[in-house]
């Protein structure tokens, strides 16, 4: 569906007074990009869909009180987008899985590999310590 800025203008102000129609083809020009914008900074294609519908629902809530201010509706939207995506990552537990892809030393290593491990583990530990509770 090809939609120039003035037909989204439309649109935006159509559902903006309340028509369903209108915010279905926001919906429908904006939701692969949406997507796909998502997809690239999430792991799970679940995720991205679930943030995509929540993008969507956070759109509609706020539509109301959307001013163009020289952002187009486009730019407004993938701001939502980019918050999601920031609140998600800032809340869900995916860097915890670095601790698993971390190849630990085996029984079989001799003390060479061991010791090279531990420096590296201390250095993980001495830079973890400069960061503040919140990069952490």
Do not use: C
């Amino acid at each position: 569906m090809t939609v120039d800025d003035a037909a989204v203008e439309r649109l935006v102000s159509e559902a903006q007074a309340g028509d369903a129609w209108a915010f279905g083809r926001l919906f429908d020009h904006y939701h692969l990009p949406v997507y796909r914008y998502i997809a690239s900074r999430v792991r799970r294609p679940t995720d991205a869909e679930d943030l995509t519908q929540l993008v969507f629902v956070k759109a509609l809530e706020a539509l109301p009180r959307y001013e163009s201010r020289g952002i187009p509706f486009g730019g407004w939207l993938f701001r939502l987008a980019r918050n999601a995506v920031i609140d998600f990552v800032r809340t869900s537990h995916e860097h915890a899985d670095l601790a698993e892809s971390v190849e630990r030393p085996s029984l079989e290593d001799g003390p060479d590999q061991i010791a090279v491990f531990r420096q590296e583990l201390d250095a993980v530990w001495a830079a973890l310590t400069t960061l503040t509770d919140e990069q952490r």
